[in-house]
């Protein structure tokens, strides 16, 4: 378990900053406690610091997880966020699309949101920004891309895709998490 480097905190806070925007800093100097951001075999972890002391007396090798998954460095130096972020995600969100109940299985089962799908959007929603994925009643399903802009998506046809899939709840059913952890 070791801190990110500079270049790792740097792409690391890009990508959550597509998702929350400003907010990024809350995730650090929170009212409770000060948490961090520990790399575990290229998982990125989010910590309290109490936490992180006192697993600092478990030996590296005998130390799986500590802590919440973000998600994991690729080998090529991307950083791809997990399931495991989306309390985090939904906390601080910036844009956020809600679903019809009728979409809602689709959209677990992996596909994309479609424009019949879609209940309620972010008002001035860019394209390409990261939004999470809620039911109506409230309830983060996942997270992924907004395909088009909140405009856009009053002229679409109804077949056209609103919302690029990134990850959802029901990986852990389909049994993806393997990859997770």
Not at 96 to 120: D, F, H, Q
Not at 133 to 146: K, M, Q, R, S
Not at 149 to 176: I, S, W
């Amino acid at each position: 378990m070791r801190p990110l480097t500079e270049e790792e905190t740097k792409t690391l806070f890009q990508k959550l900053a597509e998702y929350m925007g400003r907010s990024v800093e809350r995730l650090i100097n929170r009212s409770d406690e000060r948490h961090c951001f520990r790399l575990i075999k290229d998982r990125v972890y989010y910590i309290s610091e109490s936490v992180m002391k006192a697993s600092t007396s478990i030996n590296k090798d005998n130390l799986l997880h500590c802590g919440t998954c973000l998600g994991k460095f690729t080998k090529s130096g991307k950083f791809r966020l997990h399931i495991t972020a989306l309390d985090y995600l939904a906390q601080y969100s910036k844009y956020k699309v809600w679903l019809k109940p009728s979409a809602e299985m689709s959209y677990l089962y992996g596909n994309n949101v479609i424009k019949s799908g879609l209940a309620r959007i972010t008002e001035s929603t860019p394209q390409y920004a990261g939004v999470v994925v809620y039911n109506l009643a409230d309830i983060p399903l996942g997270f992924g891309v907004a395909a088009q802009t909140t405009e856009a998506c009053k002229e679409l046809d109804p077949t056209a895709n609103v919302v690029l899939h990134q990850a959802d709840v029901g990986e852990f059913l389909r049994g993806l998490e393997e990859d997770m952890f």
